[in-house]
């Protein structure tokens, strides 16, 4: 099993920042894929962005140009989601999410969710 926690959400102005970060704990050697996805008000659940041990990082078209995912070079098991630009839009719940390598079956782990609200 894998616990996720994140950290980092809040209330922030049009054309603000900010980061958010994924602590995992437990089998962590099972992780393959780390994201992020989120879910606006009334919306599915959507990504956001993912990332490899390898570095491959995949985008949804929403953010491109404006978020980064990066895993912390200290610590393999934190990842984080630096937010740049921030519009109305991007105002959801962020869930942390982590997959394991198929090897170990691929099953997917969720954290519990931060609130990002952006607002005047």
């Known amino acids: 099993q894998v616990q996720l926690v994140e950290s980092g959400g809040g209330l922030v102005q049009p054309g603000g920042s900010l980061r958010l970060s994924c602590a995992a704990s437990?089998?962590?050697?099972?992780?393959?894929?780390m994201g992020w996805y989120r879910q606006a008000p009334g919306k599915q659940r959507e990504l956001v962005a993912t990332i490899t041990f390898g570095d491959i990082r995949k985008y949804g078209d929403s953010v491109k140009g404006r978020f980064t995912i990066s895993r912390d070079s200290a610590d393999e098991d934190t990842w984080s989601l630096l937010m740049n630009n921030l519009q109305p839009a991007d105002t959801a719940v962020y869930y942390c999410?982590?997959?394991?390598?198929?090897?170990?079956?691929?099953?997917?782990?969720w954290g519990k969710g931060t609130l990002v609200t952006v607002s005047s």
């Open positions: 999410n982590a997959e394991e390598d198929l090897h170990y079956g691929g099953k997917g782990y």
């Open positions: 437990g089998s962590t050697f099972r992780i393959a894929v």
